[in-house]
């Protein structure tokens, strides 16, 4: 498998875990074998980051640890495993409604009183957009890139997948 096909394909099945409805709440297990079978162990926190830069895959265990930078050229494999509590995030917004999920262009949002401050943050916690919306308002997202984002209503928050 050529590296860009192999990091398409990862995206691909981590994106596909994260839709699924849960997120780590602690952390993920995240193993990497390499071409000379050996294996890596790294244990990722919700503070931690794992992202794609040019030809590497960037790990960050958590934000206080410093990133460690793989070739993708070297990878043959990656195990994912959550070994600690996992969260689903709709049980923590049960008031909060958004729809369609996954959307590619806008959101439908309700299930709040008054208007609200919405924040949309990348799934590395990054402040993505803020805005503020009535209930039953629509919310442009189009200029959000593809992903996984948490929106956070009044306290509560939701999954929101950008396709």
Same mark, same amino acid.
Request: charged share 25%.
């Given at each position: 498998?050529?590296?860009?096909?192999?990091?398409?394909?990862v995206?691909a099945?981590?994106?596909?875990?994260?839709?699924?409805g849960a997120?780590?709440?602690?952390?993920?297990?995240?193993?990497?074998v390499?071409f000379?079978?050996?294996?890596?162990?790294?244990? $990722?926190?919700e503070?931690?980051?794992?992202s794609?830069?040019e030809?590497?895959?960037v790990?960050?265990?958590?934000e206080k640890?410093?990133a460690?930078?793989?070739?993708?050229?070297?990878?043959?494999k990656?195990?994912?495993?959550?070994?600690?509590?996992v969260?689903d995030l709709s049980s923590?917004s049960?008031? $909060?409604t958004l729809y369609?999920?996954?959307?590619s262009?806008?959101?439908f949002?309700?299930g709040?009183?008054g208007?609200k401050t919405?924040?949309?943050?990348?799934?590395s916690?990054?402040?993505a957009?803020k805005t503020?919306?009535?209930?039953?308002?629509?919310i442009?997202?189009s200029?959000?890139r593809?992903?996984?984002?948490?929106?956070?209503?009044?306290?509560?928050?939701?999954?929101?997948?950008?396709?």
């Amino acid at each position: 498998m050529n590296k860009h096909k192999m990091k398409r394909a990862v995206v691909a099945f981590l994106a596909a875990i994260l839709c699924q409805g849960a997120f780590a709440d602690l952390k993920t297990e995240l193993t990497v074998v390499e071409f000379d079978s050996k294996s890596h162990v790294y244990k $990722i926190e919700e503070s931690g980051e794992l992202s794609f830069e040019e030809k590497s895959l960037v790990i960050k265990e958590n934000e206080k640890s410093e990133a460690k930078v793989l070739s993708l050229g070297n990878i043959t494999k990656l195990l994912i495993k959550e070994v600690s509590a996992v969260n689903d995030l709709s049980s923590d917004s049960q008031s $909060i409604t958004l729809y369609p999920n996954p959307a590619s262009s806008e959101i439908f949002i309700s299930g709040f009183e008054g208007v609200k401050t919405v924040e949309i943050y990348s799934i590395s916690g990054v402040l993505a957009m803020k805005t503020t919306a009535e209930n039953g308002s629509v919310i442009n997202i189009s200029n959000l890139r593809q992903g996984i984002y948490i929106v956070k209503v009044d306290g509560k928050t939701v999954k929101l997948c950008k396709i």
